[in-house]
């Protein structure tokens, strides 16, 4: 089960880049889905090889985790 939601978060991250990251990150932050244990390496990897930009992935993780909370509060 864990290898097939890394394969998925995998391919959010590819597919859909920085909005991937803000939601999977979101959504680790509220327990729901994914841990952001996955998530952010996963970024951080793509980082070192030059595909991701490291203050890029830093504002949509931060976002991710500051936009959670307000989520949860609402439903």
């Not at 803000?22 to 996963?42: D, E, K, R, Y």
């Not at 490291?54 to 509060?73: E, F, K």
């Amino acid at each position: 089960m864990l290898a097939g939601i890394t394969q998925w978060a995998i391919e959010v991250v590819y597919s859909f880049g920085y909005i991937g990251v803000f939601f999977l990150t979101a959504l680790g932050n509220m327990n729901l889905l994914i841990p952001t244990q996955l998530t952010l390496p996963l970024t951080g990897f793509l980082v070192g090889q030059g595909r991701f930009l490291l203050v890029s992935v830093l504002t949509a993780s931060t976002a991710g985790c500051r936009c959670s909370p307000r989520w949860c509060s609402i439903s």
